[in-house]
């Protein structure tokens, strides 16, 4: 490999923020001025271009410091990690959180997704437009959803410097959000996690116990309130029986894709080849979905504490926590807790005094959804671009770093501590026997008490919605998030199983519950739809990168049409979301037409 | 790769498609199964010197029992497989494909897309006048090769062939993502100001015309180009010991091409930058 770095150099502030990170350079090799001994040595080969999967954490200090990524700063970075600077622009203009082009140093992000579009993002956006100015500093970006759904609309503020500065507003107004962005050092304290979890406190939650209860910076107080009993049973138990109570209990993946968990353990676990790893999705991009953000914010330690038990049981060493770039309280508090495991043995080379050595690595997304799906992850923690491998080999063969590799939502680890604690069988009677154990529902929109709830697999839609209070004139409910489906305010008996939605032809997903009023335009929302996944596509594959795109056009072509006017559309519409399910590489693609193709067949939306 | 002519003896998967019995070494793809029992099966981003990416998703076939179809260019046979090349659904895939690939694209130096369209009666033009174009303009910044990208797919063939494939070079990668994503350099510069050592590997596996040659993106330019009227004669490289095959395409009794044979054991079709474009001096006729 013959690196190519051209002649633009880093400023100061750049050098400095990407040897915060790396230490200084050594050599020249390494970007740093020429001494005699550089001429008599190279560096380079595997060794150094093994920490490429330093870039994206390498991109988020320069971005964190300067607010965007220069010339300069990028082949600097280069240099010090040994990658081809096209690769790494390539990386760069991947993710939204990025630019390579000069900008202010706050971003405010002022999501318009479903729930804060249904919440008036639009009048936020123009207000703070105008409150704001053409001059302000501030650059105004809209942003898909934000994960703060049950406070919509959202808006998040990041200023670049050192240290980066970010404050949320939600539910923002013009006033506050103005105020996130020019002075995010002082925004108001963020309302506790608990406020996003209605049942706070009642004693019959399972998943949801200890937020509002547990002091979620204190691993005294979480080891207080039944912390690490899961983790000392499964030393007792041991990797594979660990596993069989996983396989027994029929936890079934909570990310989407409701793949058997103990399965996916089983084979990654058998796997000869290693090391083995492990790495916890939260992602959390899914429109609609905000579980996993409020269970790391509420009970980190919980998480901290899940993983372990996960890699024990599979036999990995080192495990990947990849945290969605928008999420800056989730990723302060999780990293504290990894800290805090780790100074008193709960993390490290002898957990517990087991013997056993497990460490985690916290990675941060930067703007992606489709870092969601499982091999796009394992591709942007290796410092590649987000796209999705096709699959066979799968994860369990060759994952992270082309190694077995199990990977799981959060939501699906944190149900592991009940289920050693409780054992099986009697994790297995809650819920249906399709459906076990109890599931959150991230419920939003037109609702009076948006939030996380927590019900065993089985209530009702209805159910569901009447604890968070449905209000008059339902039009529509979007079960699943974007790559769901919508059902209709008469089908509210649907069971909130994966079996029960499967019948009813639709689908659980994550878990979004999202509902709309009749004040909520249906056209509209299904081109935000298609909006969405035209922005998030990857662009690897023809049918998703183009179809997307002619998806969005002919959903714009009849916002304002119904009947014979739009048949012509529609059709087109059907052909080419055939195809996008058809013959697209991954999940993305397949399902960009779901949630549409659910409003045309079940609600009628343009009759 | 099918240009490596010898190896260890594997053992035969058997499977079917469409309904016929098929038999191919371990390891080979439904494509390559596919091809030796003489089915047609389109293809564009695969590449017979490299892996395949499978981006394009115009070879898609069904499996028996796979939820979606599924890319014959990259996915292996199995023992058992149920393949089936021709049915409704698939030709409804790659029959999409090509309109979303020819209404976003031009796809009119991209050899066999013509007969394509037509025999999956594809109508690209019925995502209306306003559909969404690449509208780039060709890059025309140094005297050996023009990029093109207003015929780009996307396969992702230049990306490997440049990258960790064959050339090590690096200097070109996908930016941006989604519809907006593109071929380029860092920072989008001109090619001069890159990492490129001009040994025009990236042009030999561009399926579209996206990258060509200089001497023939002028002469197309003026109307002049002609292959019917053109020779291919394949030679030895004399510039140095490795001894590359070269393909020298004459018209008019000029060189307007450089290319060289995949199945070369040796090169599978990369050469550098004197034997691609060096040839100025065999024409200099004073
Ligand atoms: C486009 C796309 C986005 C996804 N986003 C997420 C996500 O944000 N979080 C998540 O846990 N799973 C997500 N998934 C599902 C993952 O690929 C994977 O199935 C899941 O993390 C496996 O964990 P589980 O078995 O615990 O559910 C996504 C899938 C696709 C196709
Ligand atoms: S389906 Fe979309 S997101 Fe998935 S690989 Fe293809 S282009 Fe990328
Ligand atoms: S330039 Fe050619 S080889 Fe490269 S991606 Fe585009 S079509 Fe493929
Ligand atoms: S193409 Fe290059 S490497 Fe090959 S023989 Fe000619 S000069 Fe040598
Ligand atoms: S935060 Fe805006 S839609 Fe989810
Ligand atoms: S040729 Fe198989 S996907 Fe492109």
């Not at chain 2, 698939?90 to 999409?96: M, Q, V």
Request: aromatic share 6%.
């Amino acid at each position: 490999m013959d690196l190519h770095f051209g002649d633009s150099k880093p400023t100061d502030d750049e050098r400095a923020a990407v040897d915060a990170l790396f230490g200084p350079p050594e050599s020249s090799w390494e970007g740093a001025d020429r001494c005699d001994a550089d001429l008599r040595w190279a560096r380079g080969g595997r060794e150094a271009r093994n920490r490429r999967d330093l870039l994206l954490p390498g991109l988020h200090a320069i971005n964190d410091r300067i607010g965007w990524i220069s010339e300069g700063a990028l082949g600097y970075l280069c240099r010090r990690l040994t990658v081809p600077p096209a690769e790494a622009y390539g990386v760069a203009t991947f993710y939204a959180m990025f630019s390579v082009e000069p900008r202010p140093a706050t971003v405010l992000q002022v999501c318009t997704d479903l729930a804060c579009a249904a919440a008036g993002a639009a009048g936020l956006c123009a207000g703070i437009a105008s409150r704001l100015g053409s001059d302000s500093g501030v650059s105004v970006e809209r942003s898909p959803c934000l994960g703060l759904c049950e406070r919509a609309p959202a808006v998040l503020a990041v200023r670049a410097g050192d240290p980066v500065r970010t404050a949320l507003s939600a539910p923002a107004d013009v006033e506050t959000a103005v105020l996130a962005a020019s002075a995010p050092g002082s925004a108001p304290e963020e309302r506790p996690a608990a406020g996003a979890v209605p049942q706070a406190g009642d004693a019959s939650l399972i998943l949801l116990r200890r937020i509002g209860v547990v002091d979620p910076s204190s691993l005294d107080d979480y080891r207080a309130h039944g912390g690490y009993t899961a983790l000392r049973r499964a030393f007792a138990l041991g990797p594979s029986e660990v596993i069989r109570e996983v396989t027994d209990s029929g936890l079934l993946g909570r990310g989407g894709a409701a793949f058997p968990t103990g399965r996916k353990w089983r084979a990654t676990a058998s796997q000869p080849d290693g090391p083995h790893y492990l790495v916890c999705n939260a992602d959390e991009s899914e429109p609609g979905t905000f579980k996993d953000r409020v269970l790391m914010e509420g009970d980190p330690y919980a998480l901290v504490e899940a993983m372990t038990v996960a890699a024990y049981a599979v036999g990995a060493h080192k495990g990947y926590l990849y945290v969605r770039g928008e999420y800056p309280r989730a990723l302060r508090r999780m990293r504290h807790a990894v800290d805090c495991a780790r100074a008193r043995g709960l993390l490290g080379d002898d957990v517990l005094g087991q013997g056993y050595a497990f460490d985690i690595e916290i990675r941060r997304g930067a703007g992606a959804y489709i870092c969601g799906e499982e091999t796009a992850l394992f591709n942007s923690i290796e410092g590649y671009r987000g796209e999705p491998r096709s699959k066979p080999p799968f994860p369990v063969e060759k994952g992270l770093f082309g190694r077995p590799t199990v990977e799981n939502n959060v939501e699906t680890l944190v149900n592991v501590l009940p289920i050693l604690t409780m054992g099986a069988p009697a994790y297995a009677a809650i819920g249906t026997p399709g459906s076990t154990g109890p599931k959150l529902f991230c419920v939003s929109g037109t609702v009076e008490r948006p939030g996380v709830y927590e019900l065993p697999f089985g209530a009702t839609l209805g159910e569901l919605l009447t604890l968070a209070g449905l209000r008059e004139n339902l039009r529509a409910v979007l079960l699943g998030g974007a790559a769901g489906g919508f059902v209709r305010p008469d089908e509210l008996d649907v069971p909130l199983t994966f079996e029960g939605t499967r019948e009813a032809g639709t689908t659980l997903g994550s878990g979004v519950v999202m509902a709309f009023d009749d004040t909520v335009p249906m056209p509209r929302l299904l081109v935000r739809i298609a909006e969405f996944f035209r922005d998030e596509s990857c662009g690897q594959c023809v049918p998703c990168r183009v179809g997307t795109v002619r998806q969005e056009e002919a959903l714009h072509r009849i916002v304002e049409r119904t009947g014979t006017d739009a048949a012509d559309d529609i059709a087109l519409l059907r052909e080419v979301g055939r195809a996008m399910r058809d013959a697209s590489i991954c999940g993305l693609g397949q399902t960009a037409w779901n949630a549409v193709e659910s409003a045309i067949d079940r609600l009628g939306a343009y009759e | 790769m099918t240009a490596i002519p010898l190896g260890v003896p594997r053992r035969l998967v058997e499977f079917t498609i469409d309904g016929q019995e098929a038999r191919v070494p371990e390891g080979s793809t439904i494509l390559d199964a596919c091809r030796a029992a003489g089915k047609d099966v389109p293809t564009l981003c695969e590449g017979d010197t490299l892996t395949p990416k499978n981006a394009c998703r115009v070879c898609v076939v069904e499996v028996e029992g796979s939820r979606t179809l599924v890319p014959a260019c990259s996915r292996r046979a199995e023992a058992g497989m149920e393949v089936r090349t021709g049915t409704e659904r698939a030709r409804h895939s790659r029959k999409i494909v090509l309109e979303l690939l020819a209404s976003s694209v031009d796809l009119s130096t991209t050899p066999m897309v013509a007969e394509w369209i037509k025999e999956y009666d594809a109508k690209p033009d019925r995502f209306g006048p306003d559909a969404a174009r690449l509208n780039e303009e060709p890059k025309i910044d140094n005297e050996l090769y023009v990029r093109d990208y207003d015929k780009c797919i996307l396969c992702y063939k230049c990306v490997d062939a440049c990258g960790d494939q064959w050339q090590n070079t690096f200097a070109i990668s996908v930016s941006g993502r989604g519809f907006d994503a593109r071929i380029a350099v860092e920072h989008d510069a001109p090619l001069t100001d890159s990492a490129c050592v001009y040994c025009g590997n990236c042009i030999e596996v561009c399926p579209t015309g996206a990258l060509s040659f200089k001497s023939e993106f002028d002469r197309r330019a003026a109307g002049e180009w002609d292959e019917s009227a053109q020779t291919r004669t394949t030679t030895v490289c004399a510039y140095c010991g490795v001894g590359c095959n070269l393909t020298l395409h004459v018209q008019d009794n000029d060189i307007v091409k450089v290319t060289s044979p995949h199945d070369n054991p040796v090169t599978h079709g990369n050469l550098c930058i004197k034997g691609r474009f060096g040839y100025q001096h065999v024409q200099n006729r004073g």
